[in-house]
């Protein structure tokens, strides 16, 4: 994530696995699921439709995991509403077994933490008292339909990404 991540925005991933038969305490993270998405320096929005694929249909969902700029000392807002909405929105997202991850960046290194949203917690961050939504001019349809790909990513510069740019190169070739 860190190699494919969009300059100091968040790039945020579905975590999937198993436990090991001699120890169900124990959840071992098999599969990192990269949705379409889209972000800025403090927030990732994912999907509301979880990814289906037959590479990890026997796996149980273990959380999600963000990449972010700065280490924080705790739990950010934007993480705590994010992983309440989809303990609501999703029966198989088990409040007890599910985490955020955050991975951060500081110099030369990289950070990661573990978290479990508290009953208090998902009760505070899916209150709808505490937030109300406002017009934005960016079109993501959080509900659509999409297909996986079982690869590693392309980089964040990576032409696939940019077709216009290359499209704006043979034009002016010609």
């Given at each position: ?49 979880l990814p289906e694929h037959e590479s990890f249909k ?61 009953p208090t917690g998902y009760d505070w961050g899916y ?19 999409y297909d996986l790909i079982l690869s590693d990513p ?21």
């Amino acid at each position: 994530m860190i190699g494919v991540r969009p300059g100091r925005n968040d790039l945020g991933g579905y975590l999937y696995g198993v436990s090991p038969p001699d120890n169900p305490q124990v959840k071992e993270i098999r599969c990192v699921v990269l949705p379409p998405q889209w972000d800025t320096h403090e927030t990732v929005h994912l999907p509301n439709i979880l990814p289906e694929h037959e590479s990890f249909k026997d796996m149980e969902p273990l959380g999600w995991i963000h990449t972010q700029p700065n280490e924080l000392p705790q739990l950010s807002p934007q993480d705590i509403t994010t992983h309440a909405k989809i303990m609501n929105d999703h029966a198989s997202w088990n409040g007890e077994k599910t985490i955020v991850i955050t991975c951060s960046f500081t110099s030369g290194s990289a950070s990661l933490k573990a978290h479990k949203l508290t009953p208090t917690g998902y009760d505070w961050g899916y209150a709808p008292s505490h937030y109300e939504k406002v017009q934005l001019d960016v079109r993501h349809d959080v509900d659509m339909k999409y297909d996986l790909i079982l690869s590693d990513p392309k980089e964040f510069y990576h032409e696939i990404h940019r077709p216009s740019h290359f499209m704006n190169f043979s034009n002016e070739e010609n």
